[in-house]
């Protein structure tokens, strides 16, 4: 059984900022690559940002410059600083990762989604 809790979502104003956390809780034997999706109404989910374990970054042009994503393989957990936040940036965010469990199964997991909402 593994978890994946997000947290830090909300309304911001345009040019505003937001952290976004996500935990991983459970069997987990090991964390691969964890990466932030998001989905806006109407559009397909789309990736924004994914760390590798060795702590490799990749992320979506549209956020390149204003979204920094870092994990703490200590705790588990992936954050998500987005920074010149913008209306097109509505979404909500949705975290993954690739987990290899204590029977080292590997499977991807997703959390549950968290609103974030830019507007004046």
């Known amino acids: 059984q593994v978890q994946l809790v997000e947290s830090g979502g909300g309304l911001v104003q345009p040019g505003g900022s937001l952290r976004l956390s996500c935990a991983a809780s459970?069997?987990?034997?090991?964390?691969?690559?964890m990466s932030w999706y998001r989905q806006a109404p109407g559009k397909q989910r789309e990736l924004v940002a994914a760390i590798s374990s060795g702590g490799g970054t990749n992320y979506a042009d549209s956020v390149k410059g204003r979204f920094t994503i870092s994990r703490d393989n200590a705790k588990n957990t992936v954050y998500l600083q987005m920074d010149s936040l913008r209306p097109e940036d509505t979404a909500v965010y949705y975290c993954?990762?690739?987990?290899?469990?204590?029977?080292?199964?590997?499977?991807?997991?997703w959390g549950q989604g968290t609103q974030v909402t830019v507007s004046s």
């Open positions: 993954n990762a690739r987990i290899t469990t204590l029977i080292r199964r590997i499977d991807t997991y």
């Open positions: 459970g069997s987990i034997f090991a964390i691969n690559v």
